[in-house]
């Protein structure tokens, strides 16, 4: 069987042909990834194992994942700077009054429910057996809250917490039974509809 061999002006009209395609084809990949670098950089990147990613993959607490969502307080405790949580379940939600929760994800209640979020959050990384009985620790809205220590039961304010030391890669998440309310916040009273 004889073969045909490409005449030097064959190869390079074939490759004339070609080169426009590819060419365009890198130019669309190029601009693809622009754009994915441009949308990388306008969402902050949250850590695989951060406080956030270990809050989000637990059925319990997908209430506190949709409300760290809803104010943005998911990118901050999904970054690089080390917190406490004290993060209250989705029974705990449960336990507020009739239709606050609703009110709460309101957008026009989003400065009230970060600082409710924020109450449940201390800077740095407190481990269970840092907390001591009558401990006062100023969470990141400003305000104080109370540790409490009564042999094995520990209480946040009023709320138990139920499980310690849930580690993650820029802090630690400690589980609480009620969600705890700051005195700023006044009972709710001015939640809008």
């Known amino acids: 069987m004889k073969t045909k061999q490409l005449t030097p002006i064959a190869v390079a009209a074939l490759l004339a042909a070609i080169t426009p395609y590819s060419i365009a084809e ?41 409300a760290l969502k809803a104010t943005g307080l998911d990118a901050t405790l999904g970054g690089k700077d080390n917190f406490t949580i004290f993060a209250p379940t989705d029974e705990a939600f449960q336990k507020l009054p009739e239709g606050t929760l609703d009110k709460l994800m309101l957008p026009q209640n989003k400065e009230k429910l970060r600082s409710l979020l924020l109450y449940h959050v201390v800077a740095g990384k407190v481990m269970a057996a840092d907390l001591k009985d009558d401990m006062e620790v100023t969470t990141m809205n400003g305000e104080k809250l109370k540790i409490d220590i009564d042999g094995d039961e520990v209480k946040a304010n009023d709320a138990k917490v139920f499980s310690t030391d849930a580690a993650a890669t820029n802090g630690v998440m400690h589980g609480v039974g009620e969600v705890i ?12 509809d």
Do not use: N, Q, R, Y
């Open 181 to 192: 309310v700051p005195k700023s916040l006044d009972e709710f009273a001015d939640l809008e």
């Open 26 to 66: 890198d130019e669309a990949s190029e601009k693809e990834t622009d754009k994915k670098k441009m949308e990388e950089k306008a969402m902050p990147e949250i850590m695989a194992g951060s406080l956030t990613t270990v809050i989000s993959d637990s059925a319990t607490f997908s209430t506190l994942t949709a």
